[in-house]
Nanobody, 125 residues
Framework: QVQPVESGGGLVRAGGSLRLSCAASGRTSRRYNTGWFRQAPGKEREFVGTISWNGDSTYYVDSVNGRFTISRDNAKNVVYLQMNSLKPEDTAVYLC??????????????????WGQGTQVTVSS
């Protein structure tokens, strides 16, 4: 079992930045592909981006490409989501998720096994 825990959410003005963290606890003897998703009220969960277990590959949804960056520090078992040039439409609960299988990173929620509780990001106009 791996338990991801998100932190770093908050309230920011449009154009501002936030950095979210996803810390993994539990069975961390190996590293996992880790994805970020978000869910706004009344909307379906949306893929934001993902990073491979070794950090060599990242993928993003078009709406955040160029504004968001995912990185990881495997020595600390932490994955980061750096969000720049935030827009009101980025407002959502952001969740990180871990894929326990050794395979290319997935861009759909079904590709992940362990989920955090989420952290709220609110962007004011």
């Amino acid at each position: 079992q791996v338990q991801p825990v998100e932190s770093g959410g908050g309230l920011v003005r449009a154009g501002g930045s936030l950095r979210l963290s996803c810390a993994a606890s539990g069975r961390t003897s190996r590293r996992y592909n880790t994805g970020w998703f978000r869910q706004a009220p009344g909307k379906e969960r949306e893929f934001v981006g993902t990073i491979s277990w070794n950090g060599d590959s990242t993928y993003y949804v078009d709406s955040v490409n160029g504004r968001f960056t995912i990185s990881r520090d495997n020595a600390k078992n932490v994955v980061y989501l750096q969000m720049n040039s935030l827009k009101p439409e980025d407002t959502a609960v952001y969740l990180c998720a871990v894929d326990r299988q050794f395979r290319p990173p997935r861009t759909v929620a079904d590709g992940y096994d362990y989920w955090g509780q989420g952290t709220q990001v609110t962007v004011s106009s």
